[in-house]
């Protein structure tokens, strides 16, 4: 494998969520220079001292930060943030107008300064906006692509680990399609270790029943709605989850997690991005062809397909 030395990575946006990404990356160790870009100064310095005070206690990453372009040169990979947030009651897809011109006029300045970036798109609808920044950069598909359904699928995997009694490590299931209301799990291709997910029983954890996977699919589903309402935006678990894309990309580790990347001709679909199971490494993102669906499940994945493809299509050009 080839492990990216002296990694830098990028976040676009000092707002709930990039200020939690820099955080988790910090954490964890993502990459062995993190910094934070934002047009707002005197928030993203804020944020940058922030975090800085802390690093005594996170290992050997720095962090740097501003609202010159220049901080984001040098980047391996940049994660995109920034763009207005969704509000109590908000579908993602509502964001699309604002934050696809926010993309628009972005991606070709920061492609200027971090030409051999792999980007990933965090900011909603990201499966709408990496459509946009594909276009708009001329990145191969692979290259520039978004955090997709990475998070959905832990909020599934958490709660499947509950019910049964196991580790979550233990659960083997993907949440697919949008990342939004049409997102739904790969049920025929889910286990537990190694039991399908309806044969899966422990004393004390009966059998699934389809009506119970029904309801944590919904759960999941509207479960950024709720910590909305309650807290006014989701910032931790998406933090974690987009740090742990970018160690797949800096680690090359070909790790295979469900992020959105502009499909081309995978089961009949194409030009739409959309999270499917893909291969995660130094060279970006790639779907796994071989992915295998029940008749359902395709005809979930191509409404979801539809669903945004007429959002794009409402769009401004």
């Known amino acids: 494998m080839e492990i990216i ?3 830098k990575l990028t976040v676009v946006g000092a707002g709930s969520v990039g200020s939690s990404v820099a955080y988790a990356a910090l954490i964890r160790g ?40 220049s901080v984001v040169e040098g980047s391996h ?41 792999v980007y990933v798109i965090v900011t909603n609808p990201c499966d709408v906006l990496t459509v946009i920044a594909q276009q708009e950069t001329g990145l191969p598909p692979e290259r520039v692509f978004a955090s997709g359904t990475v998070l959905d699928t832990s909020r599934l995997r958490w709660k499947l680990a509950e019910r049964a009694g196991v580790s979550t490590a233990s659960v083997h299931a993907h949440i697919i399609g949008e990342h939004g209301d049409t997102e739904f799990p790969l049920w025929s ?8 997910i309806l044969d899966w029983e422990t004393p004390g954890h009966p059998r699934f029943t389809l009506e119970e996977l029904d309801e944590i699919a919904v759960d999941v589903r509207d479960a950024a709605y709720k910590v909305i309402q ?68 395709l005809e979930l994945l191509r409404q979801s397909a539809d669903a945004l493809t007429a959002v794009a299509a409402s769009l401004p050009a």
Request: a negative charge; charged letters at 20%.
């Open 77 to 117: 990979v940049v994660v995109i943030t920034a763009g207005a947030k969704q509000n109590p009651g908000q579908t993602r897809t509502e964001l699309a107008g604002v934050n696809a011109g926010i993309i628009r006029r972005m991606m070709p300045e920061l492609l200027a300064v971090a030409p051999n970036a």
């Open 189 to 196: 291709r889910a286990t537990i270790g190694t039991v399908p």
């Open 230 to 297: 309650g807290k006014g935006a989701t910032n931790y678990a998406i933090g974690l989850s987009s740090a742990r894309i970018v160690e797949a990309i800096l680690r090359d580790e070909h790790a295979v997690m469900p992020v959105s990347t502009v499909l081309r001709d995978f089961h009949g679909l194409d030009g739409v991005a959309l999270s499917v199971p893909s291969i995660v490494s130094a060279a970006g993102a790639s779907p796994i062809r071989a992915t295998s669906f029940s008749e359902r499940e």
């Open 30 to 69: 993502s990459a062995r220079h993190v910094a934070l870009y934002d047009i707002a100064t005197a928030k993203v310095e804020a944020e940058v001292l922030d975090l800085a005070h802390g690093t005594q206690f996170t290992g050997s990453s720095d962090i740097i930060g501003g609202s010159d372009l």
């Open 5 to 7: 030395e002296n990694s």
